[in-house]
């Protein structure tokens, strides 16, 4: 299986910092078709995981435009350009490249 | 809109099973594969299978091979998980999500307990 590993584990961030979280893959996240099917999701407590980002670095319908997505292969960056109170919570990036999806093990991003 | 609609909380004694709803709306389940997810807060989310409800095709993880069992009712867009010989490391949250995680549901909160 494809193992995600997300860096920091935890982030302390201040209203309008900027702040960027790592997934690394073991393997390579291209598909065949050319796609590399790479999300990025943002669960707030007691809440369901809500989609940000897909395919790298394509900004769901009615998210921020702060928040940004890029990489390729194996190495992708989840960057929020000024965060903002509501952007607390859990950030998990999720690969669907290589059966069976795998989850990265989560960055909480705190209020310091 | 598409909404995925799961049933209530569940409170289980060890060793029974549970079944668990997701009901979607706004769009066939047919047309899309339903994944169902595990949350615990101190392990992340862990995957546990997907149905293609279209012709009942189910994939699972390793680990969840003879824990869950995945099922589908397209007369009713529903899609269902049932969970067998339940332990307290069955104690989570479960989620349905479709087609790539983009949607998902509210979650359903199983408690094992004595």
């Known amino acids: 299986d494809v193992v995600l590993t997300q860096t920091p584990p935890t982030l302390s961030a201040t209203i309008g910092q900027s702040v960027s979280i790592s997934c690394r893959s073991s393997q390579s996240l291209l598909h065949s078709n050319g796609n590399t099917y790479l999300n990025w999701l943002l669960q707030r407590p007691g809440q369901p995981p809500q989609l940000l980002i897909y395919l790298v670095s394509r900004l769901e319908s009615g998210v921020p435009n702060r928040f940004s997505g890029s990489g390729s292969g194996t190495d992708f960056t989840l960057k929020i350009s000024g965060v903002e109170a509501e952007d607390l919570g859990v950030y998990y990036c999720?690969?669907?490249?290589?059966?069976?999806?795998?989850f990265g093990g989560g960055t909480k991003l705190e209020l310091k | 809109e598409v909404q995925l609609q799961q049933s209530g909380p569940e409170l289980r004694r060890p060793g029974s099973s549970v079944k668990l709803s997701c009901k979607a709306s706004g769009y066939s389940i047919t047309d899309y594969l339903m994944h169902w997810v595990k949350h615990r807060p101190e392990h992340g989310l862990e995957w546990i299978g997907w149905i293609d409800p279209e012709d009942g095709e189910t994939k699972y993880a390793q680990k969840f091979q003879s824990k869950a069992t995945l099922t589908a009712d397209t007369s009713s867009n529903t899609a269902y998980m049932q969970l067998s010989s339940l332990t307290s490391e069955d104690t989570a949250t479960y989620f349905c999500?479709?087609?790539?995680?983009?949607?998902w549901g509210q979650g359903v909160m199983v408690t094992v307990s004595s």
């Open positions: 999500a479709s087609p790539s995680f983009d949607y």
């Open positions: 999720v690969q669907s490249t290589h059966a069976p999806p795998t």
